[in-house]
C-alpha cells in the first residue's frame, strides 16, 4: 500500500481503524459478495461522494439491468456519521481493475 502512496494506512486499517464508520458500508448480500470478490467498484466524479458503479466484465450482463450507472453516497441519520472514505474506494477500485484486467476474478 505504501508504495501506492498509502503511507500510514496499513497501520491504521491493522489497528482499530479497521472498524471506523468511514472504512464501513452496507450493501445488499449480493452487492456485497460481488464488491468483496472485487467484482463490484466504485469510481469517483467530480461530485463529492457520488460514485460511478464499476463492474466486472462477468457480471456486467446481469447487474446493468439491475444498478443504476452511479450512486450518491448520503447520510440520512441526524448525527452526521461519515461516509465511505474516498481513498479507501478508489484504492479498492484500482484494484479491482487490476484484478478483473489480470483474469483472477474470473
Known amino acids: 500500500l505504501e508504495s501506492f502512496g498509502y503511507r500510514g494506512l496499513q497501520a491504521?486499517?491493522?489497528?482499530?481503524g479497521v472498524h471506523?464508520?468511514?472504512n464501513?458500508?452496507?450493501?445488499s448480500c449480493d452487492m456485497g459478495i460481488y464488491f468483496d470478490s472485487l467484482r463490484l467498484w466504485f469510481e469517483e466524479t467530480d461530485t463529492p461522494n457520488k460514485y460511478i458503479i464499476g463492474l466486472g466484465a462477468t457480471n456486467k450482463p446481469y447487474l446493468v439491468s439491475l444498478l443504476p450507472e452511479t450512486v450518491t453516497?448520503?447520510?440520512?441519520s441526524s448525527r452526521w456519521y461519515s461516509l465511505p472514505n474516498p481513498h479507501y474506494l478508489k484504492m479498492?477500485?484500482?484494484i479491482c481493475r487490476v484484478a478483473e484486467l489480470?483474469?483472477?476474478t474470473e
Open 12 to 16: 491504521k486499517l491493522n489497528r482499530d
Open 20 to 22: 471506523c464508520l468511514d
Open 24 to 27: 464501513v458500508m452496507t450493501l
Open 73 to 76: 453516497f448520503q447520510d440520512h
Open 92 to 94: 479498492h477500485a484500482a
Open 102 to 104: 489480470s483474469g483472477v
